[in-house]
């Protein structure tokens, strides 16, 4: 089972307190990037900023002038005030100024992380967008040899990744640059897109993490006010850290944080003005990306994929209420004729021989379409996906399919196509943020989230969503959620109707008689739906335990 949060962001939460994250980087006198937009973030963050100062710059909104450093032993001393007193539960790093400054924080996340887990976050500042040099070859070095073998995460920029890399990277595409630097040690990592011309009106970030890797796209904002996104990224990644949230779900709410800051740049000078991160982000649904799963990672071919991207296949009523998961055709029988008008049949092992497997699977769904068509509901299968195009002949009505994202990643970009072109509506699970993100971008019939309670069904390793994270699913998928997972009371259900979901799903709890317990739990629903709706919480809570 995976580790328990880091203890500090633990804490935090059980205490109502805000988790402290350090940011070890430049001032900036424009007010525009390092420790001034660091600090913005943090407070659209709601976390604490410690800003230590490892560099001073002189600088406008037009360029900048000098860039001074902060003598190691100053930068030592920050850094001892705080470990005793504020212990953080991430550092970020922006511009540091010298390779001895490096080996300052190198040293100080080895001696905090004898204490405790800490994630670092690098935002490797090599130079100012006006094109002002921040790093030399000794500096290079420092990131290459002491900070990349300790990084939680890194977020450079294309121009960052390939000076990080040096000769022979200049023509590598954005992909291989992630997987050499993850070679250099860093356990995930986004290239940003904002330094390169980004077609078709979409901003792609390239991540590549232990749990997801693939682009993350979202509508371009056309502004000329810039200044400081990159800093505003990598402390919004931190911040979420900070919080519990694995990389991949952290770089999610680090787009949205920086769309949002990018929208609200403000013009402060002569130049390209400040992003202006604030509160809010996290629970608009507009600023929720799309994580496409084309297996070309190649940026124009992604760029196609968005562009090609069909519209939902939906059925004719998007609010089933009960949706009962069964294994057997006696199964879709019964429950169909108690009333239930969604049912799930989900085969995993079947009893038979195996050479007598497809012609028995065949011939349970065959039975089980037939029954629901009889009873004007509608199947779903789950995973068998060509035996329900085979079952649909053309005629997919009260027909659908269910699928993990294991199994549509191992369909690759043809059986997808396939899939899509069969006419049959989709769901998908999903049970983390970067889920919902590349479920989202296939245009689902429903996305299910869960497992809402613990579960005993299935062994897996995420948290409970609860009734929060469900609610802020409902808000922020743009179709229909379906909760599945550990729903045993018809209490629960009333509940999870309340927290604004289209269908229940109920495995145990039908019991040996669906004649008598499917009323009850549509009646459960009845009352939920009934109910004025849940709040829907400002953030989701961490689904997936963070690892060191």
């Given at each position: 089972m995976p580790a328990a949060l880091y203890p500090r962001a633990q804490a935090a939460i059980e205490n109502a307190a805000k988790p402290i994250v350090w940011s070890i980087a430049g001032t900036d006198s424009g007010g525009g990037a390092g420790l001034s937009a660091d600090q913005r973030a943090a407070g659209a963050f709601g976390v604490h900023l410690c800003p230590v100062v490892a560099a001073v710059t002189a600088q406008s909104s037009v360029g900048v002038t000098r860039v001074d450093a902060v003598a190691p032993d100053l930068l030592d001393a920050q850094l001892t005030a705080l470990a005793a007193d504020m212990p953080p539960a991430a550092i970020k790093t922006g511009l540091l100024g010298s390779a001895d400054n490096v080996a300052v924080v190198a040293r100080w996340v080895d001696k905090l992380r004898e204490r405790g887990p800490v994630a670092l976050v690098i935002d490797p500042v090599l130079g100012a967008s006006t094109g002002a040099a921040f790093a030399g070859d000794a500096v290079l070095r420092a990131y290459r040899d002491l900070l990349l073998p300790r990084a939680t995460l890194i977020t450079p920029n294309q121009r960052e990744a390939r000076r990080l890399l040096g000769e022979g990277s200049s023509q590598a595409t954005v992909p291989a640059l992630a997987q050499a630097l993850r070679a250099l040690g860093a356990q995930a990592l986004a290239i940003t897109g904002g330094d390169s011309v980004q077609a078709d009106g979409w901003s792609l970030d390239w991540i590549d993490t232990p749990n997801a890797s693939g682009w993350?796209?979202?509508?371009?904002?056309?502004?000329?006010?810039?200044?400081?996104?990159?800093?505003?990224?990598?402390?919004?990644?931190?911040?979420?850290?900070?919080?519990?949230?694995?990389?991949?779900d952290a770089l999610v709410l680090a787009k949205m944080a920086t769309t949002h800051a990018l929208r609200h740049g403000h013009a402060a000078g002569q130049g390209a003005g400040p992003v202006?991160?604030?509160?809010?982000?996290?629970?608009?649904?507009?600023?929720?990306?799309?994580?496409?799963w084309g297996d070309d990672s190649d940026f124009d071919s992604c760029l196609r994929w968005l562009d090609k991207r069909q519209s939902a296949i939906s059925l004719e009523d998007d609010e089933f209420g009960l949706y009962a998961i069964v294994d057997s055709a006696e199964r879709v029988q019964q429950v169909v004729q108690a009333g239930v008008k969604l049912v799930q049949l989900r085969i995993k092992t079947p009893d038979t021989p195996a050479a007598d497997w497809p012609a028995a699977l065949r011939h349970t769904h065959a039975q089980a379409l037939a029954a629901c068509r009889a009873a004007q509901a509608t199947l779903v299968v789950n995973d068998h996906w060509r035996l329900a195009t085979e079952l649909a002949a053309?005629?997919?009505?009260?027909?659908?399919?269910?699928?993990?994202?294991?199994?549509?990643?191992?369909?690759?970009?043809?059986?997808?196509?396939?899939?899509?072109?069969?006419g049959l509506a989709l769901g998908i699970s999903s049970h983390s943020l970067w889920e919902l993100c590349r479920a989202r971008s296939l245009n689902p019939w429903y996305v299910a989230c869960g497992p809402v309670w613990p579960t005993l069904t299935k062994a897996m390793p995420w948290r409970p969503q609860g009734l929060d994270n469900l609610a802020w699913w409902v808000q922020m998928a743009g179709v229909p959620v379906v909760a599945i997972g550990g729903i045993l009371e018809p209490a629960q259900a009333s509940q999870a109707a309340q927290s604004g979901a289209s269908a229940v799903c109920v495995v145990r709890g039908l019991g040996d008689d669906p004649s008598r317990t499917v009323p009850v739990w549509q009646a459960a629903i009845a009352v939920g739906r009934a109910a004025p709706p849940l709040a829907v919480p400002a953030w989701p809570h961490p689904s997936l335990a963070m690892t060191t």
């Open positions: 993350l796209a979202l509508p371009r904002i056309d502004t000329p006010h810039t200044h400081g996104t990159g800093c505003t990224f990598a402390t919004s990644a931190a911040c979420a850290m900070a919080f519990g949230f694995v990389a991949a202006a991160a604030r509160a809010g982000f996290s629970s608009d649904a507009t600023l929720m990306p799309l994580m496409p053309g005629n997919a009505k009260g027909l659908a399919v269910h699928l993990g994202q294991e199994d549509l990643l191992a369909l690759g970009e043809s059986g997808r196509a396939e899939l899509r072109a069969s």
